[in-house]
């Protein structure tokens, strides 16, 4: 089993920053994939970017040029910068841990983008 523990989401005017952290625990395969999709209200659950082990990165479109994904091999964490925040960047973000099919989500973290 795996655990993942979100942090970093909060209130932020726009055209701000926020950083969310993911640390994965418990049953860790070296090879995995952790990233970090978004859900807004009345809307469906969709990527926002994803990381390899090997560190290669895919981003949705709406979001390339503002948010960079990194990871930490060695301490199983996932970390998302946002800059240049927008309004509609406003949902619940949620780390994602996959490896060998199987998929682990954490909580869910609010990310909120006044206008």
């Known amino acids: 089993q795996v655990q993942l523990v979100e942090s970093g989401g909060g209130l932020v005017q726009a055209g701000g920053s926020l950083r969310l952290s993911c640390a994965a625990s418990g049953s860790i395969f070296r090879f995995n994939t952790m990233g970090w999709y978004r859900q807004a209200p009345g809307k469906q659950r969709e990527l926002v970017a994803v990381?390899?082990?090997?560190?290669?990165?895919n981003y949705a479109d709406s979001v390339k040029g503002r948010y960079t994904i990194s990871r930490d091999n060695a301490k199983n964490t996932v970390s998302l910068q946002m800059n240049s925040l927008k309004p509609e960047d406003t949902a619940v973000y949620y780390c994602?841990?996959?490896?060998?099919?199987?998929?682990?989500w954490g909580q869910g973290t609010q990310v909120t983008v006044s206008s």
């Open positions: 990381i390899y082990s090997s560190g290669s990165t």
């Open positions: 994602l841990y996959r490896a060998y099919a199987a998929e682990h």
